[in-house]
Structures are given as C-alpha cells and as structure tokens.
C-alpha cells in the first residue's frame, strides 16, 4: 500500500474519548505527542499560526541530533503550554488530518495533555488559570456599576499590572479587554415583528447567544448583529438566560465543567425553540453516550436529532448536517434489529420529547442502558 503524501478530503473529527481510562495515561499521551511532533517536524507547514510551533522547532533544531529524539521528553509540555486549542493547524494547514491514514490531530492531543495536567494538578499557574477561565462570574462582577470602571482603571494601571504580574503571572504588558459599563443582553433592541420567511438551507427566526466576552466586554458586535438582522428583515429572540459556553474551561483542560457548561447550551435552546441547536446538541449527547459505553441512547439521540433535522424548513444548513461516523459506529456496536429499533424510537419522538431526554441524559450514570 503506497502512503498518500497529503490529503483532499473533508477532514474527519474522532470524538475525544475522555471516559476511556487509556486517555489519562501519561506514557501514551507523551508516546501520542511525539508521534505527532515527529511528522509535524518534517512538515513544518504550520510554523506561522501560533507560537507552538517555532517553540517545537526551536527545541528539536536547538538540541544535540536536530531530531525529535534529541528533545527530553519533559520538554514536549512547554508546546503544550503554548496552545490554546485555536484549531486552525487541524481546520486549514495540516495535511495529514483523518482520513489521511497518520491521522494527525494536534488540538486534540493538546487538550488530552491539558486535560491530564488539569487533573494531576500541574498546571503552572492554577490561579490565574481558574480565574480566568470563569468569564461569566468575572463579567458579573466587573460590571456592577463603579466596580466597573475601578477594574477597567485597574487594567491600565503600570503600578498595578506590574504587581499582577508577580501574583498571578499575568504579563504587565499584556493585552487585556475592558469591561462594558453597559452590557449587551439588557440593553439589547427587541425584535420587530417581521415576518418569518425560512430560507432554502435556513430557518428564517435566529436565536442569539451572546458569549461572555459580548455581553461583558464588546456590547457593540451583539448590537451591530441586531441591526444586520432587522435591515434584512429576519427576526430574532435572545436566549432568556446564558451561561458560559465552557470554551475558557475546555482550554484549560478541565473537561468536566466544560461539559457541564456545554450540554447547559441544550436547555437554553430548547427553551428559545432552535431547531439546529437541538438538533446539534442532541448528536453531541449521542456521541457522548456512545463514548460511554451506550451504543443504544446514542442511537436513540442521534434518531431525534434526525427527526428535529428534517423539520427544519429547507433542510438542515450543509454544516448541520449530521457526523454520521458516530452514528456509523453505533449501529457497528449494536448490530442487528436493536440498532434500528432504537434509531426509530428516537426519530419517533417530537422534539420536547427529544429534549426531555437529551436533558435527561445528563444525569444519566455512564454505561449501558436496556436494550428496546
């Protein structure tokens, strides 16, 4: 079999198999990054994206042989200190992403070895690292009138950032965002009443989540959205209430708040009556529940987010479309009639339905569930 040098497929993103124990071993987590160094050094394609890389190849040109197995393997966590899992390198450079058989997905053995230091307690800076992943509770906070402009004169303070520096590792000159005096979600426009006109690929009433970082810190991005939105006539409806997406979270590694903030997204959808974030958010639930060892709520879910899908005016929006490698792996896990019993009995289900039980699913214990 001859080696394809590169790739022209569509990328393929495996589910990160967090509730496997072999994901927390450090043997195979340092054997996995220096499988991945290796060919990214004799790639070098993504040198210019970040700063992980040219701290990469600094340190295998630096050491005695200018290969990777001159580089001490204590060293590979400096590289992981410099990503934050931007995702580019996998979406736009890599040539070698799956279905390319070296299967190289540099984010996803970072945030394996960031999860594993979160959960040793190595990281190197575990207070300013907690608090600065709780966006929401800082823009809670720091927002609260006066309080605001205390903190945002604290910020641009020489004397101050100078002292934060020493305590919490925060570089003096380090860009950091202001807080918004006003923030977005009180002092948003309500919709006017447009008519809802769906398009070929797209339902015509948009369900808007803020993130943190709009709300607290740039309000003008959630209202020029607004304005966008009511000159093409499409309205819109804020979510009644918000919570951290659990980006800041997922970046550090602590992969169980970050899931717990993530299926959150579920009931806030659901209670806006988003059809594509139900629908996205019941495959997420099924990949998890695959992962944990229940090829047959995966099947369920993944059967109502099928069901949600198709009542979507149009069809789905192309990157709506389902991730059918878990689906696939499913039904190769439950073979014959049980598979597609229960992928009926989720397509079956009305859409409350399907979100009673993907909200459902989060309480469930890990393992399988009685088959039928």
Known sequence: MTTREGSLEAPTRHPIDWK????????????????????????RRCVSLCNTFPTLFDLIDEGPTGELDGVPKEKYWDVVDQCYLCDLCYMVKCPYVPPHPWNVDFPHIMLRAK?????????????????LSSTDRNGKLATIPVVVQA???GSRSKPLRALGEKIVGVHKDAWVPQFA????????????SHAVRDGALSPGR??????????????????????????NEVPYVLLDKESCCGMPKLEQGDLDHAWEWATEG??????????????????DLGELALLDGDPTFALRLAGAAEGVREKIAGGAPPTLVQN???????????????????????????????IAEALESRRRPS??????
Not at 266 to 283: F, S, V
Not at 367 to 372: I, K, N, V
């Open 115 to 131: 999860a594993y230091e979160f959960r040793e307690g190595r990281m190197k800076h575990p207070v300013r690292d907690r608090l």
């Open 151 to 153: 903190v945002n004169a």
């Open 266 to 283: 579920m009931r806030l959808y659901a209670e806006a009556g988003d059809p594509t974030g139900i629908a996205m958010h019941l495959d």
């Open 324 to 354: 059918t490698d878990y689906v696939a792996n499913a039904r190769s896990a439950l073979p014959g009639p049980g598979a597609e019993a229960a992928w009926a009995a989720g397509r079956a289900l009305d859409r409350d339905a399907a």
């Open 20 to 43: 496997n124990p072999e994901y927390w071993q450090e043997p195979k987590i340092v054997a996995e990054m220096g499988r991945i160094f290796d060919i990214c050094h004799g790639c």
């Open 181 to 192: 005096p006003r923030k977005f979600r009180p002092n948003a426009q309500a919709s006017r």
């Open 206 to 231: 948009v369900a808007i989540f803020a993130t943190c970082y709009v709300n607290y810190n740039e309000p003008g991005i959630g209202h020029d959205l607004l304005k966008i939105l009511d000159h």
């Open 367 to 372: 393992g399988p569930s009685e088959a039928g």
